[in-house]
């Protein structure tokens, strides 16, 4: 009777001892899940590089002088068309960039007034090629930039002084200097061409003596002014460098 089932009892001894492992190595070999994908590296776009272009727009100049001879302060403003060309370099560092630039801004900006004091004479003042050295700092957003900018700058100014019946009385004509600051909104159209938009506000101060001619006051006259400039134009720009990464 034990005989009897003492050998069914050890055929399942068996195949347990047998039978646990391979089980086992079934669940250890199960294969682990499938990993993500890979995401590829970010697009974006590197303002770096030197650049040159273009603009063209619109300008305010407005005169405010006083001189010795009619004892009175005069002002003239005129606006019309503004032009010019730029070049710079500039440097991208995660979303910040620095730079700087020198651009050209042609106008011929010129105003007339009577004489309060004085009848018969006429005070006339003109602004052209004003010239920009400036410094900027800006912030980047993929393909478009902001930036403030600030400087030196430096202008024609021209004054004269004029009678009825005796034309030129007294003039001068020369350049000023003073500063500038500005701002601009700029967008890559494609890796190398950049549109834009530019708003620059100029101050020059002058302080000259006009000289007088044949026909004029028998002294000089002392002329003290005050020119600012405004100027609003879009640019057209070709960047070397950078582009989309």
């Avoid at 994908?37 to 040159?52: E, F, H, I, T």
């Avoid at 900006?109 to 004479?121: D, E, F, K, L, Q």
């Avoid at 350049?175 to 101050?203: C, F, K, N, P, T």
Wanted: glycine residues 14%; hydrophobic residues 40%; negative net charge.
């Amino acid at each position: 009777m034990c005989a009897r089932w003492l050998g069914p009892a050890l055929v399942a001894m068996e195949v347990g001892l047998c039978g646990g492992p391979v089980l086992s190595d079934d669940l250890a070999r199960t294969d682990p899940p499938a990993s993500p994908p890979p995401y590829g590296s970010a697009v974006r776009y590197d303002w770096s590089g030197v650049y040159l272009g273009g603009q063209l727009g619109a300008a305010n100049a407005k005169n405010a002088w006083s001189n010795d001879f009619t004892q009175e302060m005069v002002e003239q403003s005129t606006t019309g068309f503004a032009g010019g060309a730029h070049a710079g370099l500039q440097k991208q560092w995660s979303w910040i960039l620095a730079g700087a630039e020198v651009s050209y801004l042609w106008m011929d900006r010129s105003g007339w007034v009577g004489s309060a004091t004085v009848p018969g004479v006429t005070l006339s003042s003109s602004v052209s090629d004003v010239t920009l050295v400036t410094g900027k700092f800006g912030w980047t957003w993929e393909n478009l930039l902001a930036t403030f900018r600030g400087g030196w700058a430096t202008g024609q100014v021209d004054m004269r002084a004029s009678a009825t019946g005796l034309g030129l009385i007294a003039s001068s004509s020369g350049r000023e200097s003073g500063w500038v600051a500005g701002a601009s909104l700029e967008y890559a159209l494609w890796d190398h061409v950049i549109l834009g938009a530019e708003y620059d506000y100029v101050q020059l101060n002058a302080d000259r003596t006009l000289t007088p001619t044949a026909v004029g006051p028998l002294v000089p006259v002392h002329v003290q002014a005050g020119v600012d400039v405004q100027a609003l134009t879009a640019r057209l720009t070709f960047k070397f460098g950078g582009g989309w990464q």
